[in-house]
């Protein structure tokens, strides 16, 4: 992208890359979204990680035909670094294991990127055989990989990623069918809301900092994780939302709140107002508390950011809130207590739900 963008204006690819207007007299900037930045005869859409499209322009006088881009030319570039998410050294090793590569031309692309911060003072003849070389290796294994997915029964419309094929197989198997009445794009429904500030993705934070001299470190993660759970769901399109006010769920006990919440379907959600201890170990001298580092729910901020506070309100879906109950039962097992103890000020209360109640009484995989 640098050496594709390098020769135009400062202000055009700005645009292009930030998708949003250069700052005017005013200062002021307004986003752009897809729509392409034009320069000269041309109009660019670029999207980090995903693709570049270009067109040239039939007339630059008049850009458009009716809401089409009036253009002579027209390629779209993918970035199908998705589909293998390692290093393409990597990637030509593996080809080596499935006889798609020879392992001179591995240890030649190996050779070259090793030297690449220093390729000015490198042959430029060398040079053109290893971007050809990575080129053609590069064109080989996607062809490949395109006939696996054609065997498959896949039709990726994009190639920028697993994404692209996850969105191939879902279209094949009809996902769309299984949304229901409640969900659209616009006029949403009062679940789908609740859907919206429910949804908050993985947690990732940094545990521990620091160094080993020695020893091996080692990070467990799911297999397959959301497909896994998908095929778990209900199907949208064989059930109905119920709206369950909080007095209506038994919460007398940690106990009795988890078994009510279980007993919702996955894609339930629940609207808790919550204030968790700040001390595992309390001590009126604060050398020797013990503070509780992590807290269990998710907060978004307006500007989209998400915090793990000790105390909150809002929607959260179902496993999210179980996670917390086992959360408490740790921290606090004798949950409800005196909310006026100084280490143990503990609040969970469910003030409303939505709850999806499949007509199957089962799941749809």
Known sequence: MTQILKNLPFSTVW?????????????????????????KGCAVTYVKGKYIELWRLADPGKPYNGKRLNASAHIQIYDVFGFFQSSFSAVVDSMVESGRATQEEADFIRSMK???SNFANEPIEEIKTY????????????????AGFDQAGLRL????????AASALMEREKTKSHYGKDIA?????????????????????????????GGRLHVYDIASAYPAALVEFPSLASGEWTNTKG???ECGSLFKLRTAIEAASHVSMFKIRFQFPAYEKYD????????????????REKRGGILFPASGYGWHVRDDVLAAIAWLERFVPEFPRSRKSADKITR????????????????RK
């Open 15 to 39: 645009e292009i890359v930030k998708r949003e207007t250069y700052r005017g007299a005013n200062g002021n900037r307004r986003k752009i979204g897809h729509a392409p930045v034009f320069w």
């Open 114 to 116: 090793s030297k690449r």
């Open 131 to 146: 971007t050809t070389l990575e080129m053609r290796l590069l064109a080989r294994m996607m062809a490949d990989l395109r």
């Open 157 to 164: 419309r994009d190639w920028h990623g697993a994404g692209a």
């Open 185 to 213: 794009a616009v006029n949403i429904s009062l679940p789908q809301k609740a859907a919206h500030r429910a949804y908050t993705g993985g947690r990732i934070e940094t545990l521990k900092q620091g160094f080993t001299e």
């Open 247 to 249: 007095k209506e769920i």
């Open 284 to 299: 009126r001298d604060p050398r020797k508390a013990v503070f509780i580092p992590f807290y269990p729910l998710p907060y």
């Open 348 to 363: 969970f209360d469910v003030e409303e739900a939505w709850i999806f109640v499949p007509r199957d009484g089962g799941s």
